[in-house]
């Protein structure tokens, strides 16, 4: 399920946030990148940024992106379809894999098969109980208790939030990962978490 934010919306915050972590230079990955206020975010910093979106329009959206060279833009429908970046046979390495307002389950594994060595995971989507406040509601769109922590327990946490939000509200669980074979540095061993009120 995609739910993508209008062309005017920023950069999530937790992706600003924690965007210090993406090596200089390094290539950026954004799943069901929608408009791209991932991707643009990122191509801002130097970043090469490859977008993937099922939707045509959104990947129109960014074509001056493309025309610069700056952004790889992939149209393909991710969740009927093979994965579009293979190459040998394995999911192409990235330096960082960002995914905002999107799961699919059955594509988790190969994202965090995607990240190079020293990569960074920023993941940020709804969680159970976010059906009492809007959508999405379905089950099968909201992260279960400690289901993005355990799908990270390979790498190395540096954040991870698990909560209720405002503005708008809704339920959401967001982390910072990195591949293990980064040393961590001052500037990313913040752990921070908020609990789901009771």
């Known amino acids: ?24 230079g390094a290539t950026v990955l954004d799943v069901a990148c929608g408009l791209g206020r991932h991707v643009r975010w990122f191509t801002d910093r130097g970043h ?10 959104h990947v ?5 992106l493309a025309a610069t060279g700056r952004a790889e833009l992939v149209q393909a429908d991710i969740e009927n379809a093979a994965w579009p970046l293979m190459e040998a046979g394995r999911p192409r390495l990235f330096g960082a894999v960002v995914v905002t307002n999107y799961l699919w389950r059955p594509l988790m594994p190969l ?3 995607s990240l190079a060595p020293g990569g960074v995971l920023l993941y940020e989507t ?18 279960q208790g400690g289901e993005l922590l355990d799908f990270c327990r390979e ?18 669980q967001r982390i910072a990962a990195v591949q293990a074979s980064r040393a961590p540095s001052p500037a990313d061993t913040t752990v921070a978490r908020y609990l789901l009120p009771s």
């Open 1 to 24: 399920m995609f739910l993508n934010p209008p062309p005017a919306q920023a950069a999530s915050p937790w992706v600003q946030r924690w965007s210090h972590l993406v090596a200089p």
């Open 48 to 57: 090469h940024v490859t977008g993937v979106d099922r939707a045509p329009a």
């Open 60 to 64: 129109q959206a960014l074509a001056d």
């Open 111 to 113: 994202l965090r098969e």
């Open 126 to 143: 709804f969680a159970h109980g976010n059906a009492a406040v809007g959508k999405p509601a379905r089950p099968d769109f909201l992260l």
């Open 155 to 172: 790498l190395r946490i540096v954040a991870y939030e698990d909560g209720f939000r405002q503005d708008p509200p809704r339920y959401i």
